[in-house]
């Protein structure tokens, strides 16, 4: 029997070898020579499943908001309503080791998207995403009746958007600071001050 | 008379060229060969006044908060005090062409500081800046006797301070989305949401 080879497979671990890289050394490293070195597929197979640098970063973006979207996918959603939006927002913020390696990635590749057209679209989607995500919190908690009266709701999902991205980044930049404990009660808070 | 130069200047004039490569270009591009070319001094005095690349960037980092710190310095603290806390925190935003480019510099460099210790220090010396300066609108409402009673007063401070951050990335990100009015609403309708 031939060797079948999962062409995803190979593609999502090359994309695992390039986060790494760009987490420990920097996006400025993450050439294919390095991400070959650390992947420990040669240069020629990079270049088969990618042909140019920027195909290779976009999939590995890419990568991190098919993560947080199959976690999300994951959840029942079943529970008391309110620690289900809790535990939602909590999906978006580097509560495990897991996520945390996910969120340093991600904010190296949206500050590279400034500078770098090639990754606007990708980092547009999460971006929008995200938004998405809030907006629909937002929007299950007036439909649950659980949200205060007379709140302005498109202000509060601009408010929760920038909150969640606000902490994920000092979640990574002060990492001793923030246990998951600490986050969980932000968010908590956060969202009981939009509760009647 | 011999020819004085300011030296800080001349350093400022460097460090400026390096945002501009890191803004337009990209981090990884940030060579001293690259900054030279932008600034239109030589390799040759640049490393007269930097000795290596991390001297230069940290320079350069420095400088971002220098600039804020001197805005907040030149504020006259007068009036209302509910417009002068609005003021405050809207020095943080990217409210103007000047700031934007300095946090879209900025941002840059709290992602490399994650992968580069040399940078780790001005890093962590801004974060606890603007800390600091939450920290400062929530006790200054609470002397003014504007706080509501029975707030969570450390809670406050980290979730006005995540606010900061996300909006400024945000905005950095959606600059079409992020008009100046909109930022300013945004922290006019948090602050209100504190104040009794």
Redesign the interface.
Known sequence: MPKIVDHQKQREKIAAAAWEV???????Q?SIRNIAKQSGFSVGSIRHYFPSQASLLTFAMNLVSERVNERIHSMSFEGEPFKVMKEFLLQFLPTTKEKEVEM?VW??F???????DSLKEA??EV?KGIKFGAASVIDALKKLKLLKDHL?EE?EV??L???????A??A???KTEFSTE?LE??IE??LK?LCK
């Open positions: 760009i987490r420990t050394k920097g996006m400025e993450a340093e904010m190296a949206i500050i590279k998207s400034l500078s770098d980092s547009d971006y302005d202000y601009e408010r958007f920038a909150l969640l991205d606000g902490l980044l000092h990574v930049l002060q600490k009660r932000i808070q956060h001050s």
